[in-house]
């Protein structure tokens, strides 16, 4: 029985619902050989080997990458802790399957005389896929287990456990547990001084240059939060350890930079829940190695959305006018109000290229109360109703923003609850900091029923002003562990985040109807599945860099690429658009202006990574209404926005300097090619292939300015390669277009 199975029996039917999305394109036949100390799994893709001596495995892939002498470990919460090879006795069992479709599950087993608990290993491969899933799962005749450690693929020193990756300049993703705080995707360096950490649900090992590699992904986000702990070895390419484990619960620490354990953690004070039973299952994991890491990410993010579904959007991308650029949180500046917004409107109404695929959306942000109060946001939605606009309604469903004082004297929102009898607490009984500050923000408990009165509440707020588009916010709040939650079956906190967030799911279904668009800001990368846009950064402001002067030292477009160009293949897999937040055409709310040169490069940027359109400027202002008629009423720009679509990496961006160069490309009849170059002082020159952008044979290309369609250049046939110039301190976006 494959693991898959396991996890059908608490996801009744879910494999079988979406079997019908998987279209076989290719055979990936496994030969089978066996023997008294070994059995070997082979296809064209990858060799497993089994070690019936050692209980360990390998995982060899033609890349040349390799995972070898793997083990499986377990921690009981009394203490004691299990190795695959620790056991005296391994065998294993081979199972034809038809889940997600059809192909065998290794059940690699591991037992002691005279114990009742044992390690078994799941190996799930398909004969139409190139990837391997792994699981283990512990599991006893009579006894409750409790384990709040699990790791189904683990390489240590005292098994001899090696990773490799083959290259002159080896890389491993470090990922952020969501997308708060600034933190970056931090690209580890074989040379780095720092050269071990953890990571979070994926991580890949590639070759720089190339973008060859290995990518290893959690793809059950139900109950473990995952972490990938990583030390690099001295000889290049190799790790010395690497373990993929459930039960990830890492605080915040300020004394740290953010991406070396600073903020890039769960944010977690209390341990990790536990999973109990006589049967503890592991996260299933994704190994798939390919000559494009991409390619790979993206069978990653497929494999995701089968398991656990996918929101899909019908019809033209949104478009959307967002407030918060202008008037900060709450409007305490009161520099728009009601008035303002109208204003707003007016503006956008004249945009007819803007406008042309889908009504604007008008959304109005982390807005005052007093100020905006239902029947004014309603107000505002008739009045942009006479333009063919809509609103937009942002709220927080996890986490309350208040005074700290409030906490045991205030009720909730919309009940008759105290704030701290719905609130998450630590070890002590005390509620959790979410946010620190005076005025600070405190996680609400997902299964709690004060919280789901608050939401519902607010979900009929944007059903009266008429709502069709959510920005949700502060999302990770709901995921964080707590000794116990409202409902007492709950014993995690990403199973009580999932718990809530089906629950919203099904009151914006049954209270606004369908059709809603959502988009997550500040949230986990995972469950992905309740979404159909999702922040890959924290809010960017638009100036080029993060060291200019005058500026904060985030919140760029050079430091919000350090990580958004990695992660594209999100959009078209896990969810159907990306958001890279909102373009400013001028300045964003009190920081200086930005040039008309960065909101071209920030433009290109969105374009780049399957972002929707939005925008936060304030058009009462001359620079920003006149920078909106060249780049928001762009006709190429609004047709290509209709259904925006993630460019292929490249050239990837590398540790976290600001000065990175990179570039990225759409395949097609046409073929579109971004460059960034965010270098102040080099110019960024590149030749590319021309097979690799899929440029027919015998076929001659003018090469036009995506914006204006000038000709800019012109390809001959069979012409082996484009070369491309993004100058310092610049972006280019240009379209190959084939000449007849």
């Not at 620490?253 to 503890?280: C, F, Q």
């Not at 916010?473 to 906190?493: C, I, K, M």
Request: with cysteine.
């Amino acid at each position: 029985m494959s693991l898959l199975k396991h996890i059908s029996i608490q996801k009744a039917g879910l494999i079988i619902l979406l079997f019908v999305l998987m279209i076989p394109c290719k055979s990936y036949l496994q030969v089978i050989k066996e023997s008294a100390g070994e059995v070997i799994i082979s296809s064209d893709s990858y060799t497993i080997r089994l070690d019936l001596e050692k209980g360990t495995a390998d995982f060899t892939f033609p890349n040349g990458s390799y995972l070898k002498n793997t083990v499986a470990t377990l921690q009981l919460k009394n203490g004691v802790s299990y190795s695959s090879a620790g056991f005296g006795h391994h065998s294993y069992k081979i199972s034809e399957i038809s889940d997600i479709t059809v192909g065998k599950s290794i059940s690699f087993i591991h037992t002691n005389n005279n114990e009742d608990l044992q390690l078994v290993q799941y190996i799930t491969v398909y004969n139409d896929q190139g990837h391997i899933m792994l699981g283990v799962a512990a599991k006893t005749q009579n006894d409750i287990i409790e384990s709040n450690y699990i790791a189904p693929l683990a390489i240590l020193p005292q098994h001899s456990g090696k990773a490799y990756v083959p290259s002159e300049a080896p890389r491993l993703l470090d990922m952020p547990f969501d997308n708060d705080n600034w933190t970056k995707l931090l690209t580890v360096n074989w040379n780095d001084s720092i050269r071990s950490g953890t990571g979070y649900e994926f991580t890949a090992l590639y070759d720089y240059e190339t973008l060859s590699g290995l990518v290893i992904g959690n793809l059950t986000h139900d109950f473990w939060k995952t972490g990938i702990r990583y030390t690099l070895s001295a000889a290049k390419g190799f790790l010395d350890s690497l373990i993929i484990y459930g039960g990830a619960a890492t605080p915040n620490n300020k004394w740290l930079p953010n991406e070396y354990g600073g903020y890039d953690g769960t944010h977690d004070v209390v341990a990790h829940g536990s999973m109990r039973g006589t049967s503890i299952f592991a996260p299933l994991i994704f190994l798939g190695a390919s000559g494009n890491i991409t390619t790979a990410f993206k069978e990653y993010g497929r494999m995701n959305a089968k398991i656990s579904g996918s929101l899909n959007w019908k019809g033209y991308a949104p478009v959307y006018w967002n407030s918060f650029g202008v008037e900060d949180v709450l409007g305490y500046r009161k520099t728009m109000m009601p008035s303002g917004v109208a204003k707003i409107s007016d503006f956008l109404s004249g945009l007819k290229n803007f406008s042309r695929y889908s009504p604007p959306v008008l959304s109005i942000d982390s807005y005052d109360q007093r100020i905006y109060t239902t029947d004014i946001l309603k107000s505002i939605g008739q009045y942009a109703g006479k333009h063919h606009q809509q609103m937009g309604f942002y709220f927080i469903p996890f986490a309350i923003w208040t005074w700290k004082s409030g906490i045991d004297r205030d009720k909730l929102q919309h009940t008759d609850v105290y704030i701290r009898d719905v609130t998450l607490k630590d070890n002590n009984g005390k509620t959790i900091i979410y946010k620190d500050g005076d005025f600070g923000a405190y996680p609400l408990d997902p299964t709690h029923p004060a919280t789901r009165q608050r939401i519902i509440t607010e979900l009929q707020k944007a059903r009266a002003i008429g709502a069709r588009f959510l920005k949700i916010d502060f999302l990770t709040a709901g995921a964080l562990e707590t000794p116990r939650h409202y409902d007492p079956n709950v014993r995690s906190g990403l199973q009580a985040y999932n718990k809530g967030m089906k629950m919203l799911q099904h009151l914006i279904d049954s209270i606004l109807g369908p059709d809603i668009f959502i988009t997550h800001a500040i949230s986990p990368a995972f469950p992905h599945q309740f979404a159909h846009a999702r922040f890959l950064s924290t809010d960017i402001y638009s100036h080029f860099r993060d060291d200019i002067d005058g500026f904060p030292h985030h919140g760029s477009t050079a430091s919000s690429m350090i990580s958004n160009a990695h992660l594209g293949w999100m959009q078209g897999t896990l969810l159907p658009y990306s958001n890279l937040d909102v373009l400013v055409m001028s300045h964003f709310q009190n920081n200086p202006a930005i040039s008309e040169k960065e909101v071209r490069v920030r433009l290109f940027s969105l374009i780049t990574l399957g972002s929707i359109l939005g925008d936060g400027s304030d058009f009462r202002k001359l620079v920003a209404k006149e920078r909106a008629k060249l780049f928001l009423d762009n006709k190429n720009v609004a047709d290509y926005f209709a259904a925006p679509k993630a460019f292929e990496p490249l050239k990837l961006p590398d540790g976290l300097k600001q000065d990175q160069q990179i570039s990225f490309y759409l395949s097609g009849d046409t073929v579109l090619i971004s460059a960034f170059n965010f270098h102040p002082e080099q110019d960024f020159i590149q030749e590319i292939d021309s097979k690799r952008l899929g440029l027919k044979q015998n076929m001659k290309y003018m090469v036009q300015d995506f914006l204006t369609n000038r000709v800019v250049d012109n390809l001959e046939a069979n012409q082996p390669r484009v070369k491309i110039t993004a100058p310092k301190a610049d972006a280019i976006l240009i379209r190959l277009v084939p000449v007849k």
